[in-house]
């Protein structure tokens, strides 16, 4: 898995880095066919303080791409709230991906 890390208006200290490099790999762990990850940090430079620390990802899996955004005041809070969106989408994906009537069918042959 190829993991890459970049900030926006915002340099990406070691701690950050680990501290997403540790919530990706829960992702990584639901699903071995994760063939590359990027995340982009950002800080928006808005008035109003919500919402201003962005968080966003692109998972390319075996055969389709996943994207997921997140904003919060906290940048440690929207990546915890993107890992979670990315979880449940990478999820699906492994579900829809399984072939449930191939198994079906071997099953009536046997």
Known sequence: MNLT?????????PALRS???????RISRHFDQVV???????????KEKERRQRAECNIHVKGNDLFAQSAHSDLYAAVDELV???DRQVGRYKTKRQDHQAEAAKRYLQ
């Open 5 to 13: 890390i970049s900030g926006h208006h915002l340099e990406v200290t």
């Open 19 to 25: 501290y997403v490099t540790s919530k990706i790999d």
């Open 36 to 46: 590359d990850v990027k995340v982009l940090l950002t800080v928006e430079k808005q």
């Open 84 to 86: 979670d969106k990315l």
